[in-house]
């Protein structure tokens, strides 16, 4: 960092964060000139009734809502494409999505699929959309992704069997409503991954090159919340503070990687997740200290903030060495949220390591990573974490 | 930092673009595009509107709650304002406000309706072309755009256009009535001119038969002039034989006085009658075996002789005499003067036939050759009372039903022949029991009389042959067969015509007798 204060642009969308914010949902889309949203959900949510209430406060500003619920976990570029049928077929005029990263990264690839008239594929990398989508209102039901804030959209090519990064300022959702509420159905395991999550996107964001002051305030007061509520959030589901404050910092989380961009570990968990299907939090939760171990020379001393804002107290990190510090507290978390070390728990085998490193190599996020890494680098940390 | 082998620029690159710092992101930054966009519309909706309002027929457009949105100036300037109004409530003539309600209501459900109606004005009766079209947004009908046009000039044209239309169909229809008249004319001609030649050939055959016939008759008459002299002598010659016969008789009558019985028989003999009908081979034996009974030993001969001289039924004394001696020689000389007797007796039978045959001949040549001179203006009628006297005992009665004081033109004598004709064919035709009318009535100028029998008619396969010189269907005896044929001839030599038409039942033949050529007769 050769400047205190380089200049950098912070960009957010119109935000609600409280219970009850994902009431506001029909209005918003109102608001937003919609007349007929199509609503974007996954099967688990419309279950637990969430998306359903988003429907009916539709329905009480005379919208016309439609439905597009076949979303799965890691959403698919196939989906994408129904969807954007879906869209069409319903002469909609907004999408509505309620649910984690994997709605919300389908709503937005659907959104500027239809706009563009092209298949969402073609959008991957940095600034590759020309027209902005139709409004989009995201009603976050999970703490992790804060895709619900973000210019980020992560989709599944299926052809290729690898997760595509979208970035793209288009991409900003319209309103984000994050209601701590949404998050009382949420599996512990799937609290813990996208705790974790939230956590890589926060030091990622923290030891970006793109880095700012907004971004840093976003991205150590979300380290600072997850450090004291996500164990207390897996421990006692029903606590309604860590839950809110859990919430809270997926939110802030997510502003800061938004626009100060990720780095090596987002781009290895792309890969990963791509080649396995396996969950985006927990990938990162497996791949974030090897991440720390590559780039903390060139951010040690933000490395060391870090490391107090995960509750070190300055003397642990005096006498143990930043770097042991902020590792030993990482994995400390990790385990506490009951995640298991090693790739090869979730299927990674050496023989995959060359070609999920070459995936990783080309992703977007690597771009604001402290350090530049080839390909070979990128290996090397998979066989670490192997 | 590790180094990279490629990608740095593209790295550098993307990460400026991820820090974004030339762009603006904002709704607002949109601004000059929807300023813009804006913009457009206004001027766009500005063209349309001075379009909408300038256009010379009534435009409107009625909204999805079914009022007025719009009317352009024409259509204010026809019905007053009526934004607001609901089309019901418009001032428009109730003749067709039932049919263009209709209508607006199927084009509010999206069906464009387009219809032409009269409508009566103060400037007369128009005729007006009303076109509703639904107003789809997407692809939902949102409400209904109409337009009025006067098309009452194309309505007019359309009119004249099928007036012309029609004047040309009648006129092509009269041309067409013409052209078939003129055909059948043509046809007429045409048929006309056939049975002018056909006339022409009958004419010409009639012309060749003629030719025919008259040199047929100069052969005849040639033929007569060469047969009357040699006919003449051989009835001279028949007159001298019948005459030696006389004498003979008289010389054998001087022979029988000599009182010799075999005189007396060949005077018996030849005293038998002159037509001596032929006996049989019976008649012959049986005189043939009285002869050897009375001791003839060659009879067979002697009776052939006797029997042909009519001799067959000899006494006994006389049978006795012939097989006697000198009996022969006495049948000898009566055969030969019985022959010579039978010969003259032949030849000047034949000879009176024959002269008979050159007399007939010669009447048919006379009665075929005109005679202007004989030609003169008559009493028809008188001439044709007598035609009641050709009936009989024999035959039915002849009906007159002539014109008085008709009169004709022509050879009175020879024309008789005509009548005699016709009347004994009709007689003979109808039978006893049937009935023949002749009648006779003036034509023109001239004169008709016809001959109608209720005989069986005439059979159609002679028809053609009828006036054919020698063709009879009378019996041999009953009609030479000059008869028709001279009947024409006849008639040709008057310049008239004979005609006839049969059924079975009814035949008439008709004479005409053209008048007198230098003028009216007279009656
Ligand atoms: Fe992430």
């Known amino acids: 960092m050769s400047q205190t204060y380089p200049m950098r642009k912070y960009v957010v969308p119109e935000s609600v964060f409280g219970e009850g914010a994902s009431t506001l949902a029909g209005r918003y889309a109102r608001n937003l000139g919609a007349t007929r949203p199509l609503v974007v959900s996954d099967p688990g949510l419309v279950a637990a009734g969430w998306t359903e209430s988003v429907i009916e406060s539709c329905r009480a500003e005379g919208l016309s809502p439609l439905s597009f619920f076949d979303v799965s976990p890691n959403p698919r570029c196939t989906e994408v494409d129904r969807g954007v049928e879906a869209f069409k077929d319903g002469r909609c005029d907004a999408i509505i999505v309620v649910g984690g990263g994997s709605p919300m990264d389908a709503a937005k690839g659907i959104a500027a699929s239809a706009a563009n008239g092209a298949d969402v594929r073609t959008f991957e990398g940095v600034d590759k959309i020309a027209v902005p989508g139709p409004p989009l209102v995201c009603v976050a039901s999970t703490a992790g992704t804060g895709s619900e804030v973000s210019r980020f959209a992560i989709i599944n090519d299926v052809f290729r069997h690898v997760k595509i990064a979208i970035v793209s300022p288009k991409m900003v959702p319209d309103a984000a409503l994050v209601d701590p509420r949404l998050l009382s159905t949420v599996p512990t395991d799937l609290a813990a991954a996208t705790g974790m999550d939230a956590l890589t996107h926060a030091f990622e964001a923290y030891v970006s090159s793109a880095s700012s002051a907004l971004t840093d305030l976003d991205a150590r007061q979300a380290v600072r919340l997850i450090a004291k509520n996500l164990e207390r959030l897996i421990v006692d589901p029903g606590d309604e503070d860590a839950r809110g404050a859990m919430a809270l910092a997926s939110m802030l989380a997510g502003r800061a990687f938004s626009n100060a961009g990720l780095g090596v570990v987002h781009a290895m968990a792309h890969a990963l997740g791509g080649l396995l299907d396996a969950p985006h939090g927990l990938c990162n939760a497996l791949l974030l200290d090897a991440g720390i171990e590559v780039n903390f020379e060139a951010a040690a001393e933000r490395y060391s903030e870090l490391a107090l804002d995960l509750g070190a107290s300055p003397d642990e990190v005096a006498s143990t060495g930043a770097k042991a510090c902020v590792l030993e507290r990482v994995r400390a978390l990790r385990a506490a949220v009951g995640v298991v070390p090693g790739l090869a728990n979730i299927g990674a085998v050496a023989s995959d390591l060359p070609r999920l490193a070459g995936f990783a190599a080309r992703d977007a996020c690597l771009v604001t990573n402290p350090v530049r890494l080839s390909a070979d680098d990128i290996e090397k940390i998979y066989e670490r974490s192997l | 930092m590790n180094g990279h082998s490629d990608g740095q620029g593209d790295l550098d690159e993307m990460y ?284 067979y001969e002697l009776a052939d002789d006797l029997c042909d001289l009519g001799a067959a039924d000899l006494g006994d004394e006389d049978v006795a005499l012939v097989a006697g001696p000198g009996g022969a020689d006495a049948v000898g000389v009566a055969w030969v003067l019985g022959s010579m007797f039978g010969s003259s007796t032949l030849a000047a039978k034949a000879a009176r036939r024959s002269a008979d045959v050159v007399r007939s001949l010669n009447a048919y040549l006379e009665l075929a050759r005109p005679d202007e001179s004989a030609l003169v203006e008559f009493d028809i009628v008188g001439r044709l009372q007598r035609c009641a006297d050709y009936g009989s005992s ?124 230098d003028g009216d007769m007279g009656r």
Request: aromatic letters at 6%; proline letters at 4%; a negative charge.
């Open chain 2, 16 to 299: 400026q673009k991820l820090l974004g710092l030339g762009d603006s992101f904002s709704v607002k930054s949109h601004y000059p595009e929807y300023k813009a966009a804006e913009r457009h519309l206004v001027e766009s909706e500005a063209r349309l509107r001075t379009m909408f309002e300038a256009v010379p027929f009534d435009m409107y457009l009625i909204g999805a709650d079914g009022t007025f949105l719009l009317s352009n100036e024409s259509y204010r300037r026809n019905f007053g304002e009526v934004q607001g109004l609901r089309p019901e409530d418009v001032d428009i003539d109730p003749a067709m406000k039932a049919g263009f309600l209709d209508d607006l209501r199927i084009a509010g459900e999206g069906t464009t309706q387009q219809r032409v109606r009269a409508v009566e004005t103060a400037n007369g009766p128009r005729w007006m072309l009303t076109i509703l079209s639904p107003i789809l947004i997407d692809g939902v009908s949102s409400g209904v755009a109409g337009v009025n046009i006067d098309v009452s000039e194309q309505k007019k044209a359309e009119q004249a256009l099928l007036t012309i239309n029609e004047d040309l169909e009648r006129i092509v229809e009269s041309r067409t009535y013409d052209l078939r008249r003129l055909n059948d004319e043509l046809e007429a001609r045409r048929k006309a001119l056939e049975r002018a030649l056909a006339d022409l050939r009958n004419t010409q055959e009639r012309l060749v038969q003629t030719r025919y016939q008259v040199s047929v008759g100069r052969v005849l008459a040639a033929i007569a002039h060469e047969l009357n002299s040699p006919l003449a002598a051989t009835e001279s010659a028949a007159g001298q034989l019948a005459s030696m016969r006389d004498e003979a008789v008289r010389a054998i009558s001087r022979f029988r006085s000599l009182a010799d019985p075999h005189a007396k028989l060949v005077d018996r003999i030849l005293s038998r009658p002159a037509d001596i009908p032929y006996y049989g081979k019976a008649r012959r034996d049986a005189l043939a075996d009285r002869l050897a009974s009375a001791g003839y030993a060659e009879p």
């Open chain 2, 394 to 517: 024999g035959t039915c009665p002849v009906a007159l039903e002539l014109e008085e004081g008709l009169r004709a033109y022509g050879d009175p004598e020879r024309l008789d022949l005509v009548w005699e004709n016709l009347v004994k064919n009709a007689l003979f035709a109808a039978g006893k029991a049937g009935r023949v009318t002749v009648r006779a009535r003036s034509d023109g100028s001239g004169a008709v009389v016809s001959v109608e029998d209720d005989g069986a008619g005439v059979d159609p396969a002679i028809r053609d042959r009828l006036f054919d010189p020698f063709f009879s269907t009378k019996a041999q005896e009953e009609g030479k067969g000059l008869g028709l044929d001279i009947c024409r001839r006849i008639i040709d030599t008057h310049g008239g015509t004979i005609s006839f038409e049969s059924i079975p039942g009814r035949t008439v033949f008709a004479v005409y007798l053209p008048g007198r050529p």
